[in-house]
């Protein structure tokens, strides 16, 4: 194999080809979704994936079909052209309204020169048909077997893109089955190899909520605050930006799985989350509840100063200090002591600012507990 000479079928490159250019697609994606998170900047995933897949599909098909436009071969890159089309349709289910799919079939076929063939409108008509068809397939969650549904889907309107493209290049019927024959096995390796990505991506996810997130509470732990508090910290004073914090613990929590036993305590702990988490889901979602040891738990507030926490520090020990636990019949009292504090320029490492909120709440464990110290 050199420059010149290529000993390697063309369907075996295409395969490599068409891979390449959706695991390209997911890496620019994955790229962008980080950077736009890393600047804070609100978007949501899926719109974000829509625009992005459309608009990656489009640069794809165009740039194709441009080294072919006028030419008696100008359908050679169909079959990649339709794998893009069902990659969109069906594996990242973007939605595509007629009153948009339209005017994109008419630049394409004024841009491809092929605006005054009955044939060509009839493959538009066709392929948008086929989009329309795969979007329904991938939302219908009644269909079980989905793997024999797409690919009797792709096969039906593939056999039937490709002939009228028979038709309007006479070309042989030979070439028409081999044509079709490629873009069903092309489809099905499609399919298993989003599926293999999806099933690595699931994985992965799974992963990083175990190992980010307390397996008893739910809420996210140390690693997860450790690393929050790394980015914040960095950001707060780079940008001069507000930032505080509320470590507090359940006082005498030892006594309680002592006396009730640890799966009392468990549940003592479990309560705590669920009544924390209410109150800041009713308040601020940016908030964030972190379970950084056995009974402690830190309360970070991104852009509070320590004026602006005392609301809802006050609720959650409000709503802590006022409600029994109830275990099997008995009802378990908590209490909870609280320290408070903000970033300070003193500050130079996220260590600094955890001491002196850890030190806030040992000031309110050693006078008596139950009580709340914010300096």
Request: hydrophobic share 45%.
């Amino acid at each position: 194999m050199t420059w010149s000479i290529w000993h390697v079928s063309p369907f075996i490159t295409g395969v490599f080809f068409i891979l390449g250019i959706f695991t390209l697609y997911q890496v620019l994606y994955d790229g962008l979704k980080t950077f736009l998170h890393s600047k804070k900047i609100n978007v949501d995933d899926d719109k974000l994936n829509s625009a992005f897949g459309v608009l990656y599909m489009l640069i794809f098909i165009f740039s194709m079909q441009a080294t072919l436009v006028g030419t008696p071969i100008s359908w050679q890159f169909m079959n990649f052209q339709l794998i893009a089309l069902v990659f969109c349709a069906y594996f990242l289910n973007i939605r595509v309204p007629f009153f948009v799919f339209f005017p994109i079939m008419i630049l394409y076929m004024m841009f491809n020169g092929s605006i005054g063939y009955w044939e060509s409108w009839c493959h538009g008509f066709t392929l948008m048909l086929f989009y329309l068809s795969l979007n329904q397939l991938r939302r219908d969650q009644k269909i079980n077997r989905s793997f024999i549904a797409y690919m009797s889907l792709g096969t039906f309107f593939g056999g039937l893109l490709w002939l009228f493209m028979k038709v309007k290049f006479d070309f042989s019927w030979s070439t028409y089955l081999q044509e079709w024959l490629y873009l069903i096995i092309f489809e099905a390796l499609l399919f298993s190899y989003v599926g293999m990505i999806l099933r690595d991506s699931q994985l992965k996810l799974k992963l990083l909520r175990f190992a980010n997130h307390d397996a008893l509470t739910k809420t996210e732990n140390f690693a997860a605050y450790k690393s929050e508090m790394d980015r914040l910290f960095s950001n707060s004073t780079v940008n001069k930006l507000d930032l505080s914090m509320m470590m507090f613990d359940i006082d005498h929590f030892k006594q309680v799985n002592d006396t009730y036993g640890h799966l009392a305590g468990d549940k003592v702990l479990q309560h705590v989350v669920d009544v924390v988490q209410t109150v800041i889901s009713e308040n601020d979602p940016n908030v964030k509840l972190y379970r950084t040891g056995g009974e402690e738990f830190n309360v970070i507030f991104p852009g509070y100063d320590l004026d602006a926490t005392e609301p809802i520090v006050h609720q959650i020990f409000a709503a802590l200090n006022h409600i029994d636990v109830e275990i099997n019949g008995q009802k378990i009292n908590i209490t909870i002591s609280v320290g408070v504090s903000m970033i300070s320029k003193k500050d130079s490492q996220p260590n600094d600012f955890y001491s002196r909120v850890d030190g806030n709440l040992y000031h309110s464990k050693r006078n008596g507990r139950k009580q709340i110290t914010a300096l």
